[in-house]
């Protein structure tokens, strides 16, 4: 298993931009994808992007064109580039790692770090 620590979260006025960062430690020899979920007050977990180890991505419709995921191997850190916030955007984010192939269900990653807050205001 991976460990995982979240930062860059905070507070950020509509149209802006934020940068999140996910430290990997541990068992990092094994190739793992990592994707970015955001839990909103009140809502399901619900994914956001995805990059596997050679760094194919996926994005969330919602996402789309405005976030940015990518990884440094070397460094065993994920980054998800944010702009044109919105404040649906809105969350407590969380990275998440697996073994293999990423995917857009939350149940099938098994290392997850504490979350970051990201509140977007109008």
């Known amino acids: 298993q991976v460990q995982l620590v979240e930062s860059g979260g905070g507070l950020v006025q509509a149209t802006g931009s934020l940068r999140l960062s996910c430290a990997a430690s541990g068992r990092t020899d094994i190739s793992h994808a990592i994707a970015w979920f955001r839990q909103a007050p009140g809502k399901e977990r619900e994914f956001a992007a995805a990059i596997s180890w050679a760094g194919s991505t996926d994005y969330a419709g919602s996402v789309r064109g405005r976030f940015t995921i990518s990884r440094d191997n070397a460094k065993n850190t994920v980054t998800l580039q944010m702009n044109r916030l919105k404040p649906e955007d809105t969350a407590v984010y969380y990275c998440?790692?697996?073994?293999?192939?990423?995917?857009?269900?939350?149940?099938?990653?098994?290392?997850w770090g504490q979350g970051t807050q990201v509140t977007v205001f109008s």
């Open positions: 998440a790692a697996k073994v293999g192939a990423y995917s857009n269900s939350a149940s099938l990653y098994d290392s």
